[in-house]
């Protein structure tokens, strides 16, 4: 059936985007394997089973060293996987052994995809609101620079 074929594109496109992400070193959930539209990765969590907290709720010790390694992740994603995520804010980051892993990735757009700078510069947006809410003020064009090697 036709919605069927919606989620087994879905699956498939975050299979897709992870494993890109993934390959470039960017620490998103590892995926296994998509199977009948199914995709099974990596759980982000502790021994005990508990999922990692996202980083909307948990309280950071170490909001410059989370916001640097983040705004790398975006310019790997960028550069090297030639993704943009399209969705990335505080509820889309989880926090494990205090560094960001980035979920949720199946509405990421290649790069040259028309609504890509759009994209990139919500994702941008949404992560210069998300800090200044931990006090630190950085701005989207110092963030952009940061991403595009200006």
Not at 33 to 44: D, G, Q, R
Not at 52 to 77: D, F, T
Request: include cysteine.
């Amino acid at each position: 059936s036709n919605k069927r074929q919606v989620i087994n594109t879905w699956v498939n496109k975050e299979f897709r985007n992870l494993k890109r992400a993934y390959e470039c070193g960017i620490r998103v959930p590892k995926p296994i394997i998509t199977k009948n539209n199914i995709l099974i990765m990596e759980f982000i969590g502790d021994e005990e089973g508990n999922p990692a907290p996202l980083m909307r709720n948990v309280n950071i010790s170490n909001p410059e060293k989370i916001l640097e390694i983040l705004i790398n992740y975006v310019k790997i994603l960028y550069n090297d996987a030639k993704l943009v995520h399209g969705d990335l804010s505080g509820f889309n980051i989880l926090i494990k052994d205090d560094e960001p892993v980035i979920i949720d990735i199946s509405q990421g757009v290649v790069v040259d995809h028309p609504i890509a700078q759009q994209l990139l510069n919500r994702d941008i947006g949404n992560i210069v609101k998300d800090f200044k809410k931990l006090g630190i003020q950085i701005s989207e064009d110092e963030i952009k620079s940061k991403i595009m090697d200006l």
